[in-house]
């Protein structure tokens, strides 16, 4: 079975600015202009994209936000424990992997607009995922969290929120 480095190489994955490794796989060439969009997207969006992502233990998808749901789809590896908290400050954990007997899926759904970062389950491992994204990913719709402004809003979640970011 191949190991995390292996397909970091196989799939041609680069470093993400959340942290982790990603290659963007696809990207829809249908546009949705502005004005069939939610006021929350500054411009046209791509009907879809999706992504590989992958984590190595030790290593954490830092807190993040986007402006579109983000469909995660579990591929290989350690389960992954996704970390999310709601806008009214409600804390969740889903575990993505092969075990639904032991409470794993294999897709789970980030809202729009709620705080999540992720990290493999088990030491010396890794989890490869996808990740899907309608309307498509940009940029623009990506928050990085910062810890200070998360501590303030969110003072319950400081173990969560210090770990990820």
Sequence with gaps: MPMGDDWIRTLDLRPHPEGGF???????????????????????RVLSTSIYFLLLSGRVSRLHRLRSDEIWHFYDGSPVVIHVIGPDGAY????LGRDPAAGRVFQAVVRAGWWFGAEVAAPDSFGLVGCTIAPGFEFDDFELGRREDLLTSYPEHRDIIEKLT
């Design 22 to 44: 990603f290659r963007e796989i696809y990207r829809a060439e249908d546009r949705i202009v502005q004005a069939g969009l939610p006021p929350r997207y500054p411009g046209d």
């Design 92 to 95: 969740d954990s889903i575990t």
